[in-house]
C-alpha cells in the first residue's frame, strides 16, 4: 500500500525549532517529489515546501523562506522539514504530501497525503 | 488573500449539479495544470482531479474538471451528502516559484 506518515509535531515556544518527518512506504520514493502542506485551525490548506525526487531542487513558500529547510534521505524514504525560528502563524496541521507524477521537478499534483501532525507555537 | 480566487460556499440539493470556480493569471493557472482536493471534515485532502481534468483511479466520474484561459471549473453531478466537504483548487505559480491553492469553497447538499 502506497502511504507516507508524517511524525515530530508538537508544541514548541516562539522562536524555538521543530523537525517534521515523513516516513514513506509501497513506492519508488526516490522518483517522487514531495511537499508539505499545512493548515491552520479553521483556515483553509497552505503549501509550505517542495522538494525534487533527488533533492537537488527545492522550493518553499513566502511565509517560511529562510525559516524552514526541506530535505530528504532517499535511502531511508523520508522527507524531512526543519522549522526555525518558529512563530504563532506557523501553528497548523502538517501533511506530507506525494506528487502524483514521476521525475518531476516542481509539484503537479498531489495524491497521497499523511495524515498530518499538529505543531503548536505557543508560549 | 489566496492567489487563486474560489467562491467561498456553493450549495446544491441532493441529486444535483454543481460547479465550483476557480480563478487565476497567466502566472498560475494560465500557463500550468490544475488539480481539484476533496477534504471531508477532520481527514486529509484527498485528490480528485489533476491534469486539469484527469481522475485518479478510484474517482467516480460524477466529478468533473475542466480549464478555460485562467479559470477552472469543477462540476459534481447526482450530488450526495456524502459529498459535503471543503474543496481547494491547485496549480504552480511561475512568477511565485511556489505551488498556490485556492482559498476553498465549503460545498453543503441541502
Known amino acids: 500500500e502506497v502511504q507516507v506518515l508524517e511524525s515530530g509535531g508538537g508544541l514548541v515556544q516562539p522562536g524555538g525549532s521543530l523537525r517534521l518527518s515523513c516516513a514513506a512506504s509501497g513506492f519508488s520514493f526516490s522518483s517522487y517529489a514531495m511537499s508539505w502542506v499545512r493548515q491552520a485551525p479553521g483556515k483553509g490548506l497552505e503549501w509550505v515546501s517542495g522538494?525534487?525526487?533527488?533533492?537537488?531542487?527545492?522550493y518553499f513558500a513566502d511565509s517560511v523562506k529562510g525559516r524552514f529547510t526541506i530535505s530528504r534521505d532517499n535511502s531511508k524514504n523520508t522527507l524531512y522539514l526543519q522549522m526555525n525560528s518558529l512563530r504563532a502563524e506557523d501553528t497548523a496541521v502538517y501533511y506530507c504530501a506525494k506528487d502524483v507524477l514521476e521525475i518531476r521537478v516542481t509539484p503537479f499534483a498531489f495524491d497521497i497525503w499523511g495524515q498530518g501532525t499538529l505543531v503548536t507555537v505557543s508560549s | 488573500q489566496s492567489v487563486l480566487t474560489q467562491p467561498p460556499s456553493v450549495s446544491a440539493a441532493p441529486g444535483q449539479k454543481v460547479t465550483i470556480s476557480c480563478s487565476g493569471s497567466s502566472s498560475n493557472i494560465g500557463n500550468n495544470y490544475v488539480s481539484w482536493y476533496q477534504q471531508l471534515p477532520g481527514t486529509a485532502p484527498k485528490l480528485l482531479i489533476y491534469?486539469?481534468?484527469k481522475r485518479p483511479s478510484g474517482i467516480p466520474d460524477r466529478f468533473s474538471g475542466s480549464k478555460s484561459g485562467t479559470s477552472a471549473t469543477l462540476g459534481i453531478t447526482g450530488l450526495r451528502t456524502g459529498d459535503e466537504a471543503d474543496y481547494y483548487c491547485g496549480t504552480w505559480d511561475n512568477i511565485l516559484s511556489a505551488w498556490v491553492f485556492g482559498g476553498g469553497t465549503k460545498l453543503t447538499v441541502l
Open positions: 522538494i525534487s525526487g533527488s533533492g537537488g531542487s527545492t
Open positions: 491534469d486539469n481534468n
